[in-house]
């Protein structure tokens, strides 16, 4: 009998959730805890409501861990040590986010270099030269070419080099 009322409120758990996100209204989701994915030098922005023109309450770094409370749509409302907000769900993740090693690069292509989707895939975007990205994977395919893999996408690491440190 007790496991038959414990599916019982499992469902009417279920449901609940399913009727707020019908009527559109924030509702409360399991604890899940998920990592900031921006760019290396970017941060995401903590807002008071689920929309971009909320007021902005704070800011999260790459791979800050965050608990996720509720969500609205595409919205996550988080809490990380004293900031809790909203955030987009885009730019959050299951998996922690890797980070550069090594330090910056700069793009040498003139007048561009292209991005691909994997190594020798279709071109998703082009950066300009003297675009500065960060390197988080290396490969060298069957030809012998080697590629870097960007927060953007792969690109042939000949078009890249290192920024040199000035200190």
Not at 15 to 39: F, I, N, Q, S, W
Not at 81 to 86: A, D, M, Y
Not at 149 to 156: A, H, S
Request: net charge negative; proline share 4%; hydrophobic share 40%.
């Amino acid at each position: 009998m007790l496991k038959l009322l414990k599916f019982i409120g499992s469902g009417l758990m279920i449901l609940l959730l399913l009727l707020g996100l019908m009527l559109g209204m924030p509702c409360k989701a399991e604890t899940v805890r998920l990592y900031v994915m921006v760019k290396v030098d970017s941060t995401l922005t903590v807002r008071a409501e689920p929309k971009t023109d909320g007021e902005v309450l704070g800011t999260l770094e790459r791979g800050n861990g965050v608990t996720v409370l509720a969500t609205d749509g595409e919205w996550r409302q988080i809490e990380r040590e004293s900031l809790t907000g909203w955030v987009h769900s885009d730019y959050l993740s299951e998996v922690y986010p890797p980070f550069p090693y090594g330090g910056a690069y700069t793009v040498t292509a003139e007048p561009s270099l292209n991005v691909r989707d994997n190594p020798k895939g279709a071109v998703v975007a082009r950066l300009k030269a003297g675009t500065t990205v960060y390197v988080f994977e290396r490969y060298t395919d069957e030809d012998g070419a080697a590629w870097s893999k960007l927060d953007e996408g792969w690109v042939m690491s000949q078009y890249i080099a290192e920024v040199e440190d000035d200190g």
